[in-house]
Structure formats: C-alpha cells, structure tokens
T-cell receptor
Framework: GAGVSQSPRYKVTKRGQDVALRCDPI?????LYWYRQALGQGPEFLTY????????KSGLPNDRFSAERPEGSISTLTIQRTEQRDSAMYRC?????????????FGPGTRLTVT | QQQVKQSPQSLIVQKGGISIINCAYE??????FPWYQQFPGKGPALLIA?????SEKKEGRFTISFNKSAKQFSLHIMDSQPGDSATYFC?????????????FGQGTELSVKP
C-alpha cells in the first residue's frame, strides 16, 4: 500500500516568508509525528498527533512553528517568518497508534532551504 | 536522561564480516527500541525493533541484543554486504506520558567494502 507522503519535496524560500509543509500519513494510522533532521544527525522530535488532537508540541523550537491535523488525516507544519536556521529536512512519520502499535514509518521528507 | 548515545560514528567492514553498532540510554521508562536504516536521499526505514522483555531478536542477518541492566542495546549485521552500506540510527521511546515519540541516537555511517 501507499506509504507516508510529503509535499513539497523541496522548498526554497526567502527569509521572513511563511512556509507550509504537508504530510499525508498511511491510511488508518492514528498517530502522526513531525521530526526535523539536520545533516548527519538523527531526526529530532517536534510534535505529534493522535487523530486530530495535538498531544505533544514540546519539541517545537519556538512560537513561529505550529502544526495542525484538522480531520485526523493530513497534517500541515507551518513555519512563520522563516529564518536561515530553520533550513533542514523536515520528516513526517505515522504509526497505527502511540501504544503497542508504535512502529513509525517515515516519509521522504521536505528539504527546506531559507535564503 | 532523554539521550540515546550511539557508537561508533562510522564503521568500515569487509564484505562477509560482522557489523556491530552500540547504543546506550539512561531513561529506564524506555520500553521500545527500534533500529532504522537510512540511505542517502531517503527517509529512515524501520529495520528491526525490540521490547525489553526479551534479550535478543533476530530477523535474517540482523540481530538486536538487549541488556536491560546495563541499559544498552546493539545491532549486529551478519555477513555484511555492500548493499548494507547506509546510515543506521538506534532510537528509543516510552509510552509513559510521551506517546511513543522517538529519541534517536546520533547515527552510524556503515561502509561495507567488497
């Protein structure tokens, strides 16, 4: 079946612009996670949802970052007033649930470059 | 206490040899330990995972060894092949108040020489 998809795959934006990154999880997966991965590093947790409820946003770096999942499926990560330090690979993952079915499957990521 | 420490940072193994990557953790609430394989330009792919009620799990050429008392776990790749050349990440998570978010190690870049 289809895996996790993300769009766009690449985004170049100018400093100060807002960007929206989209994640389409595996069908039927309740839990959806956002991570940020710097080059040569492991993914770093940003936030996660069960259905449409944002359960944990402790990893969001500051209030310029926000995420939503209004219908419990597709999620959008929004970065307002982008800065160069926001440049990174943003990855989305989904799992059946956040309990016993905790295996997370990652999407291909969105490479964000802020110029 | 949330950290997962991974070593070595890079590893070169001859074809047919055994690749061993180690991870250590502090948070005793962690109850799920997956390994991910990542090829350049791709997302991390779940390779194998273990829960702390067993000391070893084997899937094909890949084995996780888990030492609960030492708070360490390792990935062994038997009969390593050039196609195994990738970056490997260990991770850990807990269901307690954290919803299974993964804490990743720093990664190991494995190169298998023909």
């Amino acid at each position: 079946g289809a895996g996790v998809s993300q769009s766009p795959r690449y985004k170049v934006t100018k400093r100060g612009q807002d960007v929206a990154l989209r994640c389409d999880p595996i069908s039927g997966h309740v839990s959806l996670y956002w991570y940020r991965q710097a080059l040569g590093q492991g993914p770093e947790f940003l936030t996660y949802f069960n259905y449409e409820a944002q359960q944990d946003k402790s990893g969001l770096p500051n209030d310029r970052f926000s995420a939503e999942r209004p219908e419990g499926s597709i999620s959008t990560l929004t970065i307002q007033r982008t800065e160069q330090r926001d440049s990174a690979m943003y990855r989305c993952a989904s799992s059946i649930d956040s309990g016993q079915g905790r295996e997370q499957y990652f999407g291909p990521g969105t490479r964000l470059t802020v110029t | 206490q949330q950290q997962v420490k991974q070593s070595p940072q890079s590893l070169i193994v001859q074809k047919g040899g055994i690749s061993i990557i180690n991870c250590a953790y502090e948070n005793t609430a962690f109850d799920y330990f997956p390994w991910y394989q990542q090829f350049p330009g791709k997302g991390p792919a779940l390779l194998i995972a273990i829960r702390p009620d067993v000391s070893e799990k084997k899937e094909g050429r890949f084995t996780i060894s888990f030492n609960k008392s030492a708070k360490q776990f390792s990935l062994h790749i038997m009969d390593s092949q050039p196609g195994d050349s990738a970056t490997y990440f260990c991770a850990a998570s807990t269901q307690q108040n954290q919803g299974g978010k993964l804490i990743f190690g720093q990664g190991t870049e494995l190169s298998v020489k023909p």
